[in-house]
């Protein structure tokens, strides 16, 4: 069995965002060069989500509401921000969406339903993440 480790940098211009990375996972699979297993792709970041979904900017825009709804950003609301931070609804926001993802990789290819593709979430931005992309298989 071989493994194989990759990690992207991000740091996107506003607090959150949603970035299809879908493209930057399938380079490492290729570059692994493993045919067969399991690629797992996960926030490094407290305040920042991996997650599959539909590559919809309506239904981007429509996670953005409704997770503002479920943890708003409100400096007073929350007792975490008592220790000087402001980014409580960011820690909530990402238990929300998860941590990671794991794509069975099937002939040197991410092995997709139907308009998966691999996203990553940012809820306190503005400077640079880590994501890692960790690959295992033949």
Not at 13 to 26: G, S
Request: some cysteine.
């Amino acid at each position: 069995m071989k493994s194989y480790r990759k990690e992207l940098v991000f740091n996107t211009p506003t607090k959150v965002a949603f970035l299809n990375i879908t493209p930057h996972v399938e380079e490492a699979v290729k570059e692994s060069g493993i045919k067969e297993g399991l690629c797992l792709v996960n926030a490094m970041h407290i305040t920042a989500s991996v997650f599959i979904n539909d590559d919809e900017k309506g239904l981007h825009y429509d996670f953005e509401k409704w997770l503002e709804e479920i943890a708003p950003f409100s400096p007073h609301r929350y007792k975490h921000n008592l220790t000087g931070e402001d980014n409580a609804h960011a820690h909530l926001k990402r238990q929300i969406m998860g941590r990671e993802v794991v794509v069975a990789i099937t002939n040197g290819k991410l092995d997709f339903g139907p308009w998966e593709q691999i996203f990553y979430g940012e809820f306190d931005g503005k400077r640079p993440k880590r994501v890692l992309i960790k690959i295992i298989g033949e």
